[in-house]
């Protein structure tokens, strides 16, 4: 099947499978992990994680240009995947240059020894696990390829678990040992062998990872910042506020990807034969934000008391954090499918200079607001900064393809939310919140009105619900069957 023909609604559905899955074991394991080891021990685990996953950015740009040529019709997938593995093994020998001279000023940089050693497993395994899954979703499985990253997140934990006596180290090579398994997964379900590339086919990833890998990496430390920025002025409890809190928007930012990376593969497909994408965008912009509105306003009626169920009581006073990052997460995930779909028509020096531009406007402000505000100031620089670019991609939108993006049903999502919002609130003054079935069961009392509210008020989701979920399940009962 060419992925220009992709079913875009199916592996939607069972990247959101995966996607919900994968939240959930990742969400226990934070549980878990902010319990046991307490803001402090869950912040430097987060900072060294952070310092990772910023060094894992570089292979991950490359694994994003090798994704854009294998979806392209009539290419040969063996000589990208060994273009890809080379250049990691290349990459590693810098890392392991960077990474001394991080020891040398490991006090001033608050990272151990051990922590430098687990920063390393980190890159090398999820560097690769990078490049392979992202050319597995290229060659036409991006719903498969997230449900690998699910056993990627269930053998994680597992890991974790086994090793957290050893703290963060323990934690950093967990995931180390979950990711080289999964790693060596998708080389088998692949079934493409690598083989030696071809000047054209070096020069043909060149020219995308000549944008899409420093666009990778300003989109990581853009992300990453904040925490370098709170570890750096505020401390270890804030960065254990703002990543917790991140963990419980996690559901709308999976939505989003879920949505977007079978987006870009069928945008990079339909685009390398000439054929109009638009549609495919506005369908996928409609459901982007179908749970960060939700989440949104249920954060908004009871910040502290969610941080507080379920991360303990020490986490309490993280509620304003829950509401800024909640409504930021807003603007990413409408951001995620626009500048997924600017690279997937092969325009990656324009989703580049958005995200370049973003950083460049968010790096002075982030510093000065940390400075005098703490936590809240960058979270409200952060906010600024997400508004600036999801305006920026909305113009590239108007231009690349016919008009800006933005489907009334969205507008049914928001009232929606709204309704919830109120039913929420007054739920919070009639009953106590100190007990943890409650505040769950407010929850998905919150869920259920959004949802009801919804399909009375949006007759594109009702069509929608019945159009994704009826060739769904045909597919799953085909496959049991």
Known sequence: MSTAEMNLGREALVSLAAKLTMSLFGFVGVVVFAFELGPDGVGRYYFALAVALALVRMPAGVGNAVKKRVSEVQTDPGEYLAAGLLFHAVYLVGVVFLLAGLYAVREAVNLRPDLLLGVFAVVATVGLFQILNRFYQGIGYPGRSLWIDTVRSVLTLAAQLALLSYGGFGLLVGLAAGTVVCAVLVVALARVRPRLPSRETLGRVKSFATWSVPSSMIEDFYKRFDVLLLGYFVGPSAV???????????PATQLAASISTPLSVKASGLSSVGAAVRADISNAFTYTGLFAVPIFFGALAMPSALMRTF??????????????????????????PLADSVEGTNYPHLSFRVKLGGLLFHLPLAVVLAERYGLVGVIGATLAAEVAMLLAYEYLSAKLFDGVVFPRPVLAQVVSGLVMYGVVAELTTVVSLQSRPVVVGVVVAGAVVYFLTLVATSAHFRLTVRNVLGPAFQYLKSVSG
């Open 311 to 336: 991360f303990s009581n020490s986490f309490a006073d993280g509620g304003v954090a829950l509401v800024g990052v909640a409504l930021f997460s807003v603007f990413v995930v409408y951001k995620i």
């Open 240 to 250: 254990a506020f703002y990543e917790t809190a991140l963990r419980l928007v996690t």
